[in-house]
């Protein structure tokens, strides 16, 4: 999903045809799910942009806690696969700074944070250290998504493993996924993302 197409209304109707075959992520059954609320988000480090968000609602784990008394979450938000949860920065500006760094010319921290619009190399050291940690079980995980590639070592060196999960995404999610040659590697990589979101390896806290 672009995220300057982005449009709330259409997401939500998205949703709710998903969760017509999908499991509930709060319940785990195959129910109706409704739309609880229309929320504002921040994508933007400098407070400039603001999206809406949909949260919605399962009312299998409403009712239960109506009549049990139990603890049950009722209503989650949903993000769009360009956002991450708990983030200002949208995954694009996150993917971007990250290929820059390890792969474009060679930026300092500082620069790559810029990328972003953040000021600080902080911002963008938060998640480069979180790729670094992740990135040999992203690559793990993708062999056995992808069990026909060749190669199964994975190097120690960074900026060879962001290689690495570049060549798999490039040669791999083109036939399993349905891109086109001309899919953006931005879009490869936010719905390798989205996937490794719900494995708990995503990049958020």
Known sequence: MNIDSYNHHSFARWLEDYFKNNPCILCGEIHEVKIHQFVDRNISPDNSRVIIVIRIICNSNFKKREETGEKLQYTITVLPGFLIPHSRVPLPDIYKATDEYLSGRKIIQQEAALIMSCQSRHS??????????????????????????????????????????????????????????????????????????????????
């Open 124 to 205: 963008f050291r938060l998640y480069y250290d979180r790729f670094c940690n992740l990135a040999s079980k992203w690559i793990f995980f993708l062999f056995t998504v992808f069990p026909e590639i060749i190669e199964k070592e994975v190097p120690v060196d960074i900026r060879k493993k962001w290689k690495q999960l570049g060549g798999i995404l490039e040669g791999q999610t083109v036939i399993r996924m349905g891109f086109s040659g001309q899919i953006e590697m931005i879009y490869r990589f936010e719905y390798v993302h989205n996937t490794l979101l719900h494995k708990n390896m995503g990049l958020g806290p």
